[in-house]
Structure formats: C-alpha cells, structure tokens
C-alpha cells in the first residue's frame, strides 16, 4: 500500500522549485495533492505535471499570499474544497534585495515568509485538528542562524537589507513553530521546521541581490537539486516515526538544534501576539509562558479561539518596486537558501 494514500496534503508555492518537487514526491507515495500558486497558468501547468507523474486527485488553487485578503480567500476555498487537511506545508517563500510593501502595507519579506503561513495556518487550525495526526511542517533556512526578530522595527522601515530581512523572516519561521508546536500539545497536530539546503533555483531571481547575480552562477554546480532540497520535507510529512514528534526542527532528514535565539520562548510568545494583531486575529491564551525548551514540548498552549477578522488600521502606503517588472504578477519561487 502507498504510505500516504487517503492523505491529504496542502502545498503553498509549489508550481516550481522545491515546492513542485515536493509534490511529486508525496503524489508518487499516492498522496492527494493541494497546490497553491500565484499564476494561474503556472499553476494548473504545475498540477498537471503532478498528475502525469502517477498523482491521482491534484487540486489547484490561485492565491497571492503576500496579501492578506487572498490569504483569507485561499483558507475559505481550501475548507469548502477539502474534507479533511493531514498535512499543511508552508513552503512559499521569497527573498527581495530592495524592500517592497504590500497591499496591506506591510514590508513584502515579512508578509510573505512569515505573516502568510502564520494566518493561513490559524485559519486551517480547526480542520487540521479533525484530522488524524495532522501535521504543520514549515520550511525555514540555515539563514535563521544569523536572524534577529527586531520587534522595534520589523518592517525595516528605519533600516533594510534584503538578507537582514530574509533571515529576520526565517528565524520568526523557526519560532512561530515551535511556539505552535507547544500550543498544539493536547491535540492531534504536531509542527516541525526544517531547513532544506542550498538548492539550485530560481529563489530570489525577482529582485536579486548584486552577490548573488555575480557568484550564483558558479556555485549551482555545487547546489542540491529541487527533489534533494525537498527530501527533508517530504520526510516530515510522511515517515511514520515522526507522528508524534513536534516542536523540532530538521536539516538533512535528521534532527538539529537551530539558533539560541530560536529557543527564546518570551520572543516567540510576543512574536505570536504582534503577529496576530498584524494580521487582523485574535488568538486568546489560555495559559501564561511555557518554562522549558521547545524541545521538551511541556506546557504548550491550546488552539488558538475561533479566528475573528479586525477592521484594517488604515489605508497602505505603497513603495514602487525597483525591479523591472511588476512583482505583483510574477510567481514567487520556494526554495531556501
């Protein structure tokens, strides 16, 4: 029997990189596949490709997932599309060298790699939980090593370096699952992060950094290739063995301790909370900061209340892009570096 038949797995960013490989990965185990992308073209292209590869039921959904309202669209179609959700992968990411808002008035960076699986994922919560041993698997990066979650200015509106901000985005990936991971402790959903290697894509090409389009050229013939890159997450969402292990996070297919900053359970507590208010959420505690590492799992919070949409604050102020073609319609690619 196919280890992931009757199983049904949501995939953001997945019309190329390692989000495709990925679902190539899980169809061939016979899992039934949900792919999110921001073109459609690209998308329905992509969920074909799965398809042809042995898939059975591939289902496409459209989403920007930088802004909110699509993110809220997305949830809303995937709960009436899907009966039941057992494995979410938050695997859309991006890396912008100039800093960019969105629509909602948020630094791009931030909105994307973190703010978006934040509230897609509180909002899937409830129905993640009525499925059986449901689980969150986050792809994070190595650069979380060198990210510092600057709550004085987490929108780099007084200062902005896109690798500041990329690996800012990926240690707030690392802490918002392991504080999921505790709020999840009586239920049936466990949260992992992963890094996934350095992996030759097009990560970043939209808006790249002048290293990047100096030396990148000669160092792909040393990258992993999309399916190696996404080993690691296919791992997470199918072995057996990890059914009940939650609040870790992996590189290699093995587990591996991330950065000292990533254990800081008062940050990942206020990080939560600003998150929410960010997002328009309100997520009520129901007890007071967990004493132990993540690792230990112990004291780990309840799901989240019933999520309860905010009025927005305000109008969003809009920086033009310096990039020559609009990002608003380019799809952003998944791999990490």
């Given at each position: 029997?196919?280890?992931?038949?009757?199983?049904?797995?949501?995939?953001?960013?997945?019309?190329?990189?390692?989000?495709?490989?990925?679902?190539?990965g899980l169809?061939?185990?016979?899992?039934?596949?949900a792919?999110?992308g921001?073109?459609?073209?690209?998308?329905?292209?992509a969920?074909?490709e799965?398809?042809?590869?042995?898939?059975g039921?591939?289902?496409?959904?459209?989403?920007?997932l930088?802004?909110?309202?699509?993110?809220?669209?997305?949830?809303?179609e995937?709960?009436?599309?899907?009966?039941?959700?057992?494995?979410?992968?938050?695997?859309?990411?991006?890396y912008?060298?100039?800093?960019?808002?969105?629509?909602?008035?948020?630094?791009?960076?931030?909105?994307?790699?973190?703010?978006?699986?934040?509230?897609l994922?509180?909002?899937?919560?409830?129905?993640?939980?009525?499925?059986?041993?449901a689980?969150?698997v986050?792809?994070?990066?190595?650069?979380?090593?060198?990210?510092?979650?600057d709550?004085?200015?987490?929108?780099?509106?007084?200062?902005?370096?896109?690798?500041?901000?990329?690996?800012?985005?990926?240690?707030?990936?690392v802490?918002f699952?392991?504080?999921?991971?505790?709020?999840?402790?009586?239920?049936?959903?466990?949260?992992?992060?992963?890094?996934?290697?350095?992996?030759?894509?097009s990560?970043?090409?939209?808006?790249p950094?002048?290293?990047?389009?100096?030396?990148?050229?000669?160092?792909?013939p040393?990258?992993?290739s999309?399916?190696?890159?996404?080993?690691?997450?296919?791992?997470?969402?199918?072995?057996?063995?990890?059914?009940?292990?939650?609040?870790?996070?992996?590189?290699?297919?093995?587990?591996?301790?991330?950065?000292?900053?990533?254990?800081?359970q008062?940050?990942?507590?206020?990080?939560?909370?600003?998150?929410?208010?960010?997002?328009?959420?309100?997520?009520?505690?129901?007890?007071?900061?967990?004493?132990?590492?993540?690792?230990?799992?112990?004291?780990?919070?309840?799901?989240?209340?019933?999520?309860?949409?905010?009025?927005?604050?305000?109008?969003?102020?809009?920086?033009?892009?310096?990039?020559?073609?609009?990002?608003?319609v380019?799809?952003?690619?998944?791999?990490?570096?």
């Amino acid at each position: 029997m196919e280890p992931m038949a009757g199983r049904t797995v949501l995939i953001t960013g997945a019309t190329s990189g390692i989000g495709l490989a990925t679902a190539l990965g899980l169809a061939r185990m016979g899992a039934h596949l949900a792919i999110t992308g921001r073109d459609r073209v690209r998308t329905e292209d992509a969920a074909q490709e799965i398809r042809a590869s042995g898939a059975g039921r591939v289902d496409p959904f459209i989403a920007d997932l930088s802004s909110q309202a699509e993110v809220r669209d997305l949830a809303e179609e995937v709960l009436q599309t899907l009966p039941r959700i057992h494995v979410l992968i938050n695997n859309v990411g991006g890396y912008f060298d100039t800093r960019h808002v969105t629509a909602d008035g948020l630094e791009r960076t931030f909105a994307l790699n973190h703010l978006a699986p934040f509230l897609l994922t509180n909002l899937l919560l409830e129905k993640l939980n009525q499925s059986a041993s449901a689980r969150v698997v986050t792809v994070s990066s190595n650069a979380q090593a060198t990210g510092r979650i600057d709550f004085s200015d987490l929108q780099g509106e007084r200062f902005y370096s896109g690798a500041r901000a990329y690996s800012q985005s990926k240690l707030a990936n690392v802490l918002f699952s392991y504080e999921l991971a505790r709020r999840l402790k009586d239920t049936s959903v466990t949260a992992n992060a992963l890094h996934p290697g350095v992996v030759s894509t097009s990560f970043g090409a939209e808006d790249p950094a002048t290293v990047q389009r100096i030396f990148l050229p000669f160092l792909r013939p040393f990258m992993k290739s999309p399916a190696q890159g996404a080993a690691t997450s296919i791992h997470l969402a199918s072995a057996p063995e990890l059914a009940q292990v939650s609040g870790r996070y992996f590189a290699n297919g093995h587990p591996k301790k991330s950065s000292g900053p990533s254990y800081d359970q008062a940050a990942a507590a206020r990080l939560w909370q600003v998150s929410a208010d960010l997002v328009g959420v309100d997520c009520t505690l129901t007890d007071g900061p967990p004493d132990s590492p993540p690792s230990s799992l112990a004291n780990r919070r309840e799901l989240p209340t019933k999520i309860q949409p905010r009025a927005p604050a305000g109008p969003p102020v809009i920086v033009p892009s310096h990039t020559a073609t609009d990002a608003a319609v380019r799809p952003l690619h998944s791999p990490k570096i």
